[in-house]
Structure formats: structure tokens, C-alpha cells
């Protein structure tokens, strides 16, 4: 048995082959589309994004419940002696507190079971990041308490970039916060937001360009600014945009000193209904 499971919720999106690897769990969100509540893996993703392109009639979003959740824990006990569930920022969803109320559900129907909930104060490719280093320390037969002092390291190292074609989307689902002003501009324009520990879990607007190319040039500089030269590690993610998340890549893999293989991962359907087609995200931390 092992000592410590890693859990997670779909924002993190994961790549199947790597939750696989590092033996993390993931738990999906609900997309509720002609008020049909669907789990986001059951539901035809390009079905999402054609009815997000004609912004009627628009589908939401409900985080995963305390009980699916418990449902979770109850199948990581029988493997592992504790366990550590990783959620993206409480200041954009309810995905964390769902987790705390599984957690005291636990408390009554796994009382041998350790449990630890961890607020990633971000998103995407970031929370991702914390998630792998967790498990990485997890299946190195590190304890609750180590596993979880590796994680809050890295969460307050890890920052997350995601730059948006529009912020509709966004906007609509009342996640803009500090960019309501951006939200409304006149003139299109690619914008980056900022969601780290840094920003408090909350969106801090970076900069804004005219062009998607403009744009990740100014992001990757305010990368090298941030990491200063310390060897990256760096998960991509994106919203049906496959090709311009490779772009960013292969920017990237010129640019810098990579750690070890960057990951691009597509976010499943809850993300995309919250940000719209055209997110491409970037998840990133440097070592000392």
C-alpha cells in the first residue's frame, strides 16, 4: 500500500498518459448544456465549442459535489494510507470548498485515512505542475506531511499565464475580477492574466498585445524575467487550439533552459466553457 495518493481536479487537465505515470487521480466538473447536467468527460467537446462560437443560449458550469468527490477518497483509501487533493484557486471556484466538505464526510467514513486538501491559489498547467511534483514525492514513499510541504513550495513558486483572443467567455462566467476593464475594451486585443499565489488566486492582469504572435513574445520575457535563468519546468494548455499551443512550445524550447520534457495538454470541456475557444495557457516554475 502506498502511503500518500495524489488527487486533483480536471483543471489541472493532466494528460491521461502522465496521470498514468505518476499514478494521479483526477476528478471531473459538470458542463450543464439545455439543462442537461453533463460530467465534462461525457460530454462531445466539439458539440461545447460550436455552441461557444455562437454565444447563444451558452452552456455553465457546477464543480464536482462533496459526494463525488468522497467517492474519490473512498477508492484512493484502498490503496494508499493518506491522501493529498490539489484544487485550482478558491478565488475562482468552488471546486476547493467541495473538497473540504468531502474531507470532514471522510472524517466519519475513513477515519484511518489522512487526508489533506490543498488550495493551489491557480490553474491549468500550474496546478499540473504542483500535482507532479507531489506525486513524483509520493511514489518516492514520502509521508503526508513531506508530500505536502513539497507541494506548498512549489504553489508558491509556480505562476500561470493564460492568454485569451477574448475574454467574453471569461467575463460572462464572472472570472475577469481585476480585468473587468479589459473585458469591456473596444478594440480586440490578446490579453495575458496572471493566476499564481502571487495574485492572491485571482486574475492579475500582465499586458496586451494586437497579435497572438506579439503577445507570447512579451509573456516569454516576462517568463525570463521571472525565472532568471533557472533551469523551467513548464506545462502548455489550451482550449481547441492545438496549433497555437505548439507554437508557443516551440517558442519556448528556443528560448530556454528546459528541466525536463514540456507537456501540452487540452483542457477538457469545463475550462473551455469558462474561457472560450482560444485559451492557450502556460504553467511555469524555475529551479533555484
Not at 243 to 260: H, P, T, V
Amino acid at each position: 500500500m502506498k502511503e500518500v495518493a495524489i488527487i486533483v481536479d480536471s483543471v489541472a487537465m493532466i494528460p491521461p498518459e502522465i496521470a498514468e505515470k505518476y499514478g494521479i487521480s483526477v476528478v471531473p466538473s459538470h458542463v450543464v448544456m439545455d439543462s442537461k447536467d453533463y460530467l465534462e468527460t461525457e460530454i462531445d467537446r466539439e458539440q461545447v465549442y460550436a455552441r461557444l462560437r455562437t454565444k447563444e443560449n451558452l452552456p455553465t458550469t457546477s464543480a464536482a459535489s462533496p459526494g463525488e468527490i468522497l467517492e474519490f477518497f473512498k477508492r484512493a483509501s484502498q490503496q494508499a494510507k493518506a491522501i493529498l487533493f490539489i484544487s485550482l484557486t478558491s478565488g475562482l471556484s468552488a471546486i476547493y470548498s467541495s473538497a473540504t466538505d468531502a474531507k470532514k464526510l471522510a472524517q466519519q467514513q475513513l477515519p484511518h485515512t489522512a487526508i489533506e486538501v490543498l488550495d493551489s491559489l491557480t490553474v491549468d498547467g500550474a496546478e499540473a505542475l504542483i500535482a507532479i511534483e507531489a506525486a513524483k514525492a509520493a511514489n518516492e514513499g514520502r509521508s503526508l506531511p513531506e508530500v505536502t510541504e513539497i507541494a506548498n513550495k512549489i504553489k508558491q513558486r509556480v505562476a500561470s499565464f493564460g492568454l485569451r483572443e477574448s475574454l467574453f467567455h471569461f467575463d460572462r462566467m464572472g472570472r475577469t475580477v481585476g480585468a473587468k476593464d479589459w473585458a469591456k475594451a473596444a478594440i480586440p486585443t490578446v490579453t495575458v492574466l496572471e493566476i499564481s499565489a502571487a495574485s492572491g488566486g485571482v486574475n492579475k492582469p500582465l499586458l496586451r498585445e494586437r497579435t497572438l504572435t506579439k503577445a507570447i513574445e512579451a509573456t516569454l520575457n516576462l517568463v525570463e524575467e521571472r525565472t532568471k535563468g533557472g533551469r523551467l519546468h513548464a506545462v502548455i494548455s489550451h482550449t481547441n487550439v492545438p496549433d497555437k499551443a505548439g507554437e508557443l512550445k516551440r517558442r519556448l524550447l528556443s528560448r530556454f533552459n528546459l528541466a525536463e520534457e514540456v507537456y501540452i495538454g487540452e483542457c477538457l470541456p469545463f475550462v473551455g466553457v469558462v474561457n472560450g475557444e482560444g485559451l492557450v495557457g502556460l504553467g511555469f516554475y524555475a529551479e533555484d
